[in-house]
């Protein structure tokens, strides 16, 4: 079993910058593949960003190219979503999410496990 724990959410005004964390634990493994998939009240879950540790694949989804950018520090387990230009889109609980696989997606039906999402607001 992976432990996912998301911190870094909060308001932030349009055109401003959050910061988000997802520490994985509780695993003999470190997963590959940690990613961040949002979910807006009514709306599907999105695919947001995806690091893969083997072969340092990125990718990114369409709506937040150019804007977000995900790293990984694996010494520490931690996998950083910095995201900046924020738009009043972009608010929505977003969930820290691993795959059990080498290939990096930004399908949120890839995941196997999830963590409990963090809130992130942003004003307009």
């Known amino acids: 079993q992976v432990q996912l724990v998301e911190s870094g959410g909060g308001l932030a005004q349009a055109g401003g910058s959050l910061r988000l964390s997802c520490v994985a634990s509780?695993?003999?493994?470190?997963?590959?593949?940690i990613g961040w998939v949002r979910q807006a009240p009514g709306k599907e879950r999105e695919g947001v960003a995806c690091?893969?540790?083997?072969?340092?694949?990125?990718m990114y989804g369409d709506s937040v190219k150019g804007r977000f950018t995900t790293s990984r520090d694996s010494a520490k387990d931690t996998v950083y979503l910095q995201m900046n230009s924020l738009e009043p889109e972009d608010a929505g609980t977003y969930y820290c999410?691993?795959?059990?696989?080498?290939?990096?997606?930004?399908?949120?039906?890839?995941?196997?496990?999830w963590g409990q999402g963090t809130q992130v607001t942003v004003s307009s």
């Open positions: 509780g695993s003999d493994y470190s997963p590959n593949v």
């Open positions: 690091f893969a540790d083997r072969g340092n694949s990125i």
């Open positions: 999410a691993a795959i059990v696989d080498v290939v990096c997606s930004v399908d949120p039906d890839d995941y196997d496990y």
